[in-house]
């Protein structure tokens, strides 16, 4: 199954956290990552007054499901000493399940595809670089867009 996970820091060493959350990502059985967005710096949106932001997103093949998902960014986020002060407050590090394939989860811990990814431009500008074939549909999901290997010309 591909996957998306989106990557956030805006306290302590913002890139080292976000690296941290990569390699760990990586030696984390039944996850391969694939691709690997560029470190966007990105304006804090919601919550309190706080620092920006470096914000990433990595696509990953994977055989577990959503939920083991979630338990890994979960892992990953207390590696990082991630402390829950406020909500929406500045962290060490951020993991979302963005998209696993095209299931759809509802449950009280996990929605997926994350219900306000498509409107968070810290998210799509890196999810672009990975997937670019990834648009939002009106009802939550997805569907796919393929770039022609055409092009117009300039006129004139
Ligand atoms: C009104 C009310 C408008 C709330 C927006 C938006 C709340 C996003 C929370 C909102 C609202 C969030 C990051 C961030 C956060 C991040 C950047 C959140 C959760 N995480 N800003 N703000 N990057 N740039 O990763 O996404 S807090
Ligand atoms: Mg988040
Ligand atoms: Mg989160």
Do not use: K
Request: with cysteine.
């Amino acid at each position: 199954m591909r996957a998306h996970l989106a990557l956030g820091s805006n306290l302590g060493d913002r890139l080292a956290n976000l690296q941290s959350a990569l390699d760990g990502l990586a030696s984390t059985d039944g996850v391969e990552v694939v691709a690997v967005s560029g470190v966007y710096e990105t304006d804090p949106v919601g919550g309190p007054v706080q620092d920006d932001y470096l914000n990433a997103v990595v696509e990953v093949t994977t055989a577990l499901t959503p939920h083991e998902l979630l338990a890994v960014c979960g892992r990953l986020e207390q590696a990082a000493h991630r402390v829950r002060i406020e909500r929406w407050g500045p962290r060490t590090l951020d993991v979302d399940v963005l998209l696993v394939g095209d299931l759809q989860v509802a449950t009280d811990d996990l929605e997926v595809p994350h219900p306000r990814m498509w409107e968070r431009a810290f998210v799509l500008a890196p999810l672009h670089d990975v997937a670019p074939d990834l648009v939002a549909r009106p009802d939550g999901g997805w569907t796919g867009v393929r770039r022609a290997p055409v092009a117009l010309r300039l006129p004139g």
